[in-house]
């Protein structure tokens, strides 16, 4: 770093006064002449990945970190330094004094006498109270890889180790994702599990993408011609593929660190990064508030009927234990029943997502190699404050989106008997909740039912011509393809490369293309041959199609890159919650009696209690066909009156 002269003073500031101005005007005149609305695939991807509660919130950090990454590059051009000088104590240290009032990420001052977490997240880590809390920027495993030389972040990654243009994302899935008319179902797992992962997803992360000011979207292509705008990331795809050669991408939304540090740019997430039900809940006071109105947490909820019928189990359950508590103690008031409410089906849920989720998706082996599963019963005390449980850029932009090869091309329903009743094409049911509404024909139930016996679609690296082709199309050739949209997220969010990650992982990066000792090691040949056709070098594969061809462990529907990205992700869920359910914290925590209770709860008792449903089989996420037998409700742990005495309060 060069030595520190009076003058950088005066250079910083100004530089950061110059992008205050240059920002404020921008965001003035954002979105003029964009206010064209419509039911069409554009406004339904804009609904999909709206900004979701808060606007003013979400508008105030997204201005803070555009003013940190234009004064950074304002910065670095005049004093010819590189980010990391600027990053170095003694600069970064001016620059957050020069930023001060235009910071709108401040720590916060927690209580740590309070009982029940914040549904925005913040304050669950006493230290660092903004850690995992919504709206606030997305961690990362591993350094951002930009396009623009100084990796600020405004160029997203677009280059391939050989100065050349990386791939066309299509271009990509065509050639590593494209399994033909319908891939191959699994044979274990139920499509439960595909659903449970989306609302999973949908609770511990949620990235906006841009929006004018008067939160209306951007238009990324202008017929076949790409809009060049600083929001905007569109490519293109082969002539005849889809009714335009410009497919329509506009980048996400970004926020700073604590104090505006400078930095490359980072990804904002609104939801709260806890497993906490957000999804059902809300992530911000208000949304908290809209549910009185039956909205829920997250209104992604209607993107498909199964998301949906999730949903309402969920809020079923919360209303069943909230009256039942209610008869137990009289004299709770209304947001007292309320907050233990959600206290115990978060616990239930975390239970099924480490007890039934984890094993089912990562396998038995690497779950209990990673010390994610619960103990059977009792405490299991693993908090560490010095653990971010923020979701991790990689993990929502890359890793679990895995989750989108297990999707199939039907929604169905099913009889009490779980023979199938109906089935129809998904493509015409994003956004739909017809289907709900239709109880003679599908409904909750019927679905819940043809969730819990159909397989999913295999894991593997194939996604369904429904996603890749005609993702929220409104009339043929209007859709998007959701491979090639993931990998140009990944770019848009500077994600290094695949190898990058595999070394992160302690994982051999592939010196070459082939499927063997020195190269593709996790790939079978197929899988190799199709990302050697398309890539230039090992160095370029971008992490979404490097991961999704890997051959899943063995037990494990995932490859080792994804296996443990998602793992470690799982991890910092776990120890870094200080209100994760198995933690032995007295004032904030289960009895041992409560927590006993909440650990004999399963999905399957779930559906039992909140649907018409007779009989499950025991792990929901596992197919009954094989030899596992579907059993009686009434032969499932209880959750009623008796139960929940344990939550009576004497006094
Ligand atoms: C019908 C089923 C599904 C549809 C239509 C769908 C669609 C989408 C779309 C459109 C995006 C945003 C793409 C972009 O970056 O522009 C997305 C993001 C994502 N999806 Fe899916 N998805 C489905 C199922 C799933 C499943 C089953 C999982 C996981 C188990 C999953 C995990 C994710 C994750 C983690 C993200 C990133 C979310 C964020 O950062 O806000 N999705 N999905």
Redesign the pocket.
Known sequence: MKPYSGQRIDIVSESVAEAVALVDRRFQTRGIGQRRLGYDPVSI?NI??KVKAAPRRVFSMARSADITEIASDIITRRMSITMGDLQGLGMSLRFVTAMDSNCAMKNMICNPADIYRQSNGVCNNLKNPMWGSSISAQPRFIPAHYGDSKNIGMIPRYLSVSGEPLPNPRHISNSVHNGGTSPPRGCQFTVLL??F??F??HDV???PTKEDRGGFEFRCCNGNMPVSRPECFPFGTPPGEFNSTCMH?VRSEIAPTVDCLPGPRNQMNQASSFLDLSVTYGSTQQTEQDLVDFSTGDQRHT??PFLNSIQTLFLREHNRIADILHGINLHWNGERIYKETRKLLTGIYQHIIFKEFLPALLGDELTLQLGLLPKPVGFNTQYNENVDAGTRNAF??AA?????T??GSLVGSSDQNFNEKHNIP?ENE?FNPRTIYDRKNFGVEGMLRWMLSQFQSQSDRFLTPT?RNR?FQTRPGNG?D?GA??IQ?GRDHGLPSYNSFRRHCGLQPALTFFAGPTGLVDQDKGAALALQMIYKHPDDIDLFPGGLSETPLKGSLVGPTFGCLIGLQFLMYKTGDRFYYENQFPHTGFTMEQLNIIKQQSLSSLLCRNTDIHSVQPKAFVSPLPGIHRQPCYSFPRLGEQELNAWRERH
């Open positions: 991807m999909f990945s595909t659903f992962g989306q999973v997803d992360i949620s990235t991408f993107e498909n929502g932009a679990f989106r895995i989750g989108h297990m999707v998904l994003f996603v993702l998007f959701l949209l993931n997220r």
